[in-house]
């Protein structure tokens, strides 16, 4: 095998390396959040690379299955969670 071919095999495969232990290592973080909003309460879990981004997730992905509309939305992510469960 020619060097220039050689070294172009071995830069794809260090960076495919790279690609996919960063994508690994981004869910450090995992939390199940309960919401209440106007009577209706869903949980759901979410995973992150920070407990911040984790439990944002967590947050609105509850929040989607019970507010309907952007407003009814945000207002429901700014609620206080009824409950947060880290895992």
């Known amino acids: 095998m020619k060097k220039p071919v050689l070294l172009g095999v071995v830069f794809l495969a260090a960076v495919l390396a790279v ?23 869903a949980c759901r879990t979410a995973a992150g690379s920070t407990k911040d981004f984790a439990l944002r997730a967590a947050t609105a992905n509850a929040c989607a299955q019970i507010a309907s509309g952007v407003t009814d939305s945000t207002a429901c992510e700014r609620s206080e969670p009824a409950s947060v469960t880290w895992k």
């Open 19 to 41: 690609i996919l232990y960063s994508s690994l290592n981004l869910a450090r973080y995992r939390v199940e959040v309960c919401v209440q909003y106007q009577g209706r309460g």
